[in-house]
């Protein structure tokens, strides 16, 4: 009995065992919609709780920081016994004018720092731009005693003057003071105007200005001179073009603004008549390259986005935005692509673009130009009626650059200082004066070397060149004009082309002709701040290794002088060129182009925001971007 009841005991306990397998192998139940969705809930919450603190801390430390470094940026040092030369508060006069001779500065002994600094070679550099600052940021402390002239006391990002023209950024974003520039070298600034040079005796002279406005002329001596002086805007002969604006400086941009806030709230009086009106909203560039066309699209961009929202709205659409320009397509030195999404992006925002066009006359209150017929050639003239006029066509030289080339009799370029591959002005002093950026144009001629690269690779002296020697010639051209080197791959083919009377040998006649030729088909660099600021960093590195090895030069009979035994040419490497057109921007990188709309646009902010000065226009930079996304620009007339 005790068995059987023992036997049921064990078939239930297996029977309950079987139903536990049971359960365990069957799947486990979904969790309810609910209880998912209140799980990603309070992980999102998690991670944004955790986000926000980590924000509100990593600002509070920022905040926190600025606030100390703040607390003791506060000082009252006092300043006693400041030691200055006689010389510096009164200089003698001497030179061809008998003007005061500034061979001290008041700032030259003002710490320890600057004493060893005063008796290194005199570098003075002309000019506070790309060229200007690409040198003094590459050249190292010590290596010269440096003096920059400059009638700004500050250096300009202008690319981004368009923007600054219309209020998209603060012209105080785009400048930066030279004397910080120049503070790393323990250099000094004298604010003023390069009138004259004096080879012969090392002298510069310069206009300052006083208080009172009296005008006074000083010399500055130099060891080594840098002219980097920029250009002015070409007037091609046309009459009228004080009536017109120009954006080459702060100032420009300041003038523009405040002319194109006034045309709006001029427009906006009810007094106002509909012809005057227009005129007043006609906005006309003469211009089709990169600052004419970002002005145009800058001013639409304005109308656009801030006209339209706080002035009537009839001004907005009576607004009429032309570009004259003289080629048949705007953009012309960028590709055929690009000039054609610029065009096809205008024609949609309805800028007027007037292409194969000549500006004759510019009026107070119009603007007069004249087209060809293609066909019949027939000129026909037509006039805009306007109250602002851009003028934005090609360059011309400064008037210090002018009295430069005058000085010397081998100097024929009409727009700029010819210099040698070594940024050396020819027909100056070797190795005491250079000149880079808008200012200067490199050499192409290769004819007026024709006998010198004789010399040099008529190795048999029978006044011809064979095959072998002008092989020797080519290298030594290259090294001469590196722009000559694309036209020279061919170096066989070229040799048999001109060998005209094909006795394996160039004759003078032959060599003279092929010279000329290739000559003729080397483009002058653009006068663009990439090629200054390239220009600028090539000098300050070539001016500081003359420095660091002016020992070794002369132990070895060389004079300090010589660029040769130091660096190469300059060699000058196109990184691309950019343009904004309207909440857009092209890029042209020579192999190919790339093209679009707000992607394209934050690209190019990128990279002119990288390319600054110092991190303190960058980050004024960028706040003022958030400021024109977030307020808009300011309307207000200063």
Not at 196 to 207: A, P
Not at 264 to 287: D, M, N, Q
Request: aromatic residues 8%.
């Amino acid at each position: 009995m005790l068995r059987s009841h023992l036997f049921r005991i064990d078939v239930r306990s297996r029977s309950s065992l079987h139903g536990l397998r049971f359960l365990s192998a069957s799947p486990t139940p979904t969790p309810p919609r609910s209880n998912r969705l209140l799980c990603y809930t309070r992980k999102a919450a998690k991670y944004t709780a955790f986000t926000c603190f980590s924000a509100v801390l990593g600002l509070s430390v920022v905040v926190g920081a600025v606030f100390i470094h703040d607390v003791f940026t506060y000082s009252d040092r006092h300043i006693d016994r400041v030691p200055v030369s006689p010389l510096a508060l009164h200089p003698q006069c001497g030179g061809p004018k008998n003007l005061p001779v500034a061979s001290v500065l008041v700032g030259d002994e003002d710490d320890s720092a600057l004493v060893p600094v005063k008796d290194k070679p005199r570098l003075v550099i002309v000019g506070g731009g790309w060229g200007a600052v690409g040198v003094l940021k590459t050249i190292h402390p010590g290596d010269y005693h440096v003096t920059l002239i400059s009638p700004d006391t500050f250096t300009t990002f202008t690319p981004l003057l368009p923007s600054a023209a219309v209020g998209t950024v603060s012209v105080r974003s785009l400048v930066e003071s030279l004397r910080k520039i120049i503070a790393r070298l323990h250099g000094q600034l004298i604010s003023g105007r390069a009138v004259d040079l004096v080879m012969s005796d090392r002298l510069l002279e310069v206009e300052t200005t006083s208080v009172d406005g009296e005008r006074r002329n000083i010399y500055v001596p130099y060891d080594k001179l840098v002219i980097a002086v920029g250009s002015v805007s070409s007037t091609h002969g046309v009459p009228g073009l004080e009536n017109c604006f120009q954006l080459k400086t702060v100032a420009d941009a300041q003038a523009i603004r405040r002319r194109i806030l006034d045309n709006f709230e001029i427009a906006s009086l009810p007094s106002t008549s509909e012809e005057e009106r227009k005129r007043l909203l006609s906005f006309v560039v003469c211009g089709g390259g990169p600052t004419g066309v970002e002005t145009a699209a800058e001013i639409f961009d304005l109308c656009q986005e801030d006209i339209i929202n706080y002035f009537p709205k009839l001004l907005r659409k009576e607004v009429s935005i032309h570009v004259i320009q003289s080629r048949e397509h705007i953009l012309n030195t960028y590709s055929e692509e690009i000039s054609k999404y610029a065009e096809d992006k205008f024609q949609r925002d309805c800028v007027e673009l007037i292409t194969s066009a000549r500006v004759g006359e510019v009026h107070p209150n119009r603007v007069v130009y004249t087209t060809k017929d293609p066909d019949t050639g027939n000129t026909t003239e037509h006039s805009i009626p306007t109250n602002f006029v851009l003028w934005s066509t090609g360059i011309a030289m400064n008037p210090f650059t002018a009295r430069v080339s005058s000085l010397l009799p081998n100097q024929v370029h009409k727009k700029a200082i010819e210099v040698d591959a070594q940024l050396r002005v020819k027909g100056a002093p070797l190795g005491d004066v250079y000149a880079i950026g808008d200012c200067a144009t490199i050499e192409t001629s290769l004819v007026s070397h024709l006998l010198e690269l004789v010399e040099e690779a008529d190795r048999n002296h029978d006044g011809k060149i064979d095959f072998g020697e002008w092989k020797i010639m080519v290298k030594r051209i290259k090294k001469k004009i590196p722009m000559a080197a694309t036209h020279l791959e061919e170096v066989r083919a070229l040799f048999d082309l001109y060998d005209s009377d094909a006795d394996n040998a160039l004759n003078l006649n032959e060599l003279a002709v092929l010279l000329q030729e290739i000559g003729n088909k080397i483009t002058a660099l653009p006068a663009t701040a990439q090629v200054a600021s390239q220009q600028g960093k090539y000098l300050g590195h070539k001016l500081h290794l003359l420095a660091a090895k002016h020992d070794t030069l002369l132990a070895n009979d060389l004079p300090a002088t010589t660029d040769e035994a130091v660096s190469g040419p300059f060699n000058y490497r196109h990184l691309g060129s950019l343009a904004y057109i309207g909440n857009a921007a092209v890029f042209d990188l020579g192999r190919f182009s790339f093209t679009g709309g707000l992607a394209a646009m934050y690209a190019w902010r990128s990279i002119y925001w990288s390319e600054q000065v110092s991190m303190r226009t960058r980050a004024l930079l960028m706040i003022d971007w958030i400021v024109r996304g977030v307020w808009g620009r300011d309307l207000s007339r200063l």
